[in-house]
């Protein structure tokens, strides 16, 4: 799972536009679970993914946390004030956690923390299928990308909002952008 995480935040960052780098200037924990460790700087940011292995004993995986956090400090020791503010700790909890009450609330106190850097736990579902969503929450989000030619932006608008007559078929229609888009329609509204 752990790979799966490393590769979909890449190809997150990447979506977006991104660059994307194994970063060799943390210093890592040692120990057993290493492995499940990866740092990445993307674009200017610093992010720390790490994975949260067991059952989910809270002083455990406290003290994991309080363990990474200690590689942040490390890293931003070294850092410009501008480059510390861009730190993240990307944690992996258990598959299934994801409906896991208390792995939830544990999640919510580690995002809390707000020491060092900014935390965003992925509690997955058994199949691993909602690290979409999970990325949705993070600095990895691309709100402003929609599919071409989906309405749901222009359903947004509601009831109470007129639409003039062959803009929506303009707007949807996907293959107009910028100054040809605005043409089209100052074409339509002139042979109105």
Same mark, same amino acid.
């Given at each position: 799972?752990?790979?799966?995480?490393?590769?979909?935040?890449?190809?997150?960052?990447?979506?977006?536009?991104?660059?994307?780098?194994?970063?060799?200037?943390?210093?890592?924990?040692?120990?057993?679970?290493?492995?499940?460790?990866?740092?990445?700087?993307?674009?200017?940011?610093?992010?720390?993914?790490?994975? =949260?292995?067991? @059952?989910? $004993?809270?002083?455990?995986?406290?003290?994991?946390?309080? +363990? &990474? %956090?200690?590689?942040?400090? #490390?890293?931003?020791?070294?850092?410009?004030?501008?480059?510390?503010?861009?730190?993240?700790?990307?944690?992996?909890?258990?598959?299934?956690?994801?409906?896991?009450?208390?792995?939830?609330?544990?999640?919510?106190?580690?995002?809390?923390?707000?020491?060092?850097?900014?935390?965003?736990?992925?509690?997955?579902?058994?199949?691993?299928?909602?690290?979409?969503?999970?990325?949705?929450?993070?600095? =990895?989000?691309? @709100?402003? $990308?929609?599919?071409?030619?989906?309405?749901?932006?222009? +359903? &947004? %608008?509601?009831?109470?909002? #007129?639409?003039?007559?062959?803009?929506?078929?303009?707007?949807?229609?996907?293959?107009?952008?910028?100054?040809?888009?605005?043409?089209?329609?100052?074409?339509?509204?002139?042979?109105?």
């Amino acid at each position: 799972m752990f790979e799966l995480f490393c590769q979909a935040v890449q190809q997150a960052a990447q979506a977006r536009g991104s660059r994307v780098a194994l970063d060799a200037s943390w210093s890592l924990p040692s120990g057993p679970q290493q492995a499940s460790v990866c740092a990445l700087q993307i674009d200017q940011a610093r992010v720390l993914l790490a994975a =949260l292995h067991g @059952p989910v $004993q809270r002083d455990e995986v406290l003290a994991r946390v309080d +363990a &990474l %956090l200690e590689s942040v400090l #490390a890293l931003r020791k070294g850092l410009t004030a501008a480059a510390a503010v861009d730190l993240y700790l990307l944690l992996l909890a258990p598959e299934g956690s994801s409906t896991d009450p208390a792995w939830q609330a544990l999640a919510n106190e580690i995002e809390r923390d707000d020491r060092m850097a900014r935390k965003h736990v992925w509690l997955p579902n058994a199949e691993g299928s909602n690290v979409k969503e999970f990325l949705a929450a993070t600095f =990895l989000a691309c @709100p402003w $990308q929609v599919e071409r030619g989906a309405d749901t932006a222009l +359903a &947004l %608008l509601g009831d109470d909002f #007129a639409m003039p007559p062959g803009w929506s078929e303009i707007l949807l229609q996907g293959e107009l952008e910028g100054v040809e888009l605005v043409q089209a329609l100052l074409q339509l509204e002139r042979a109105a």
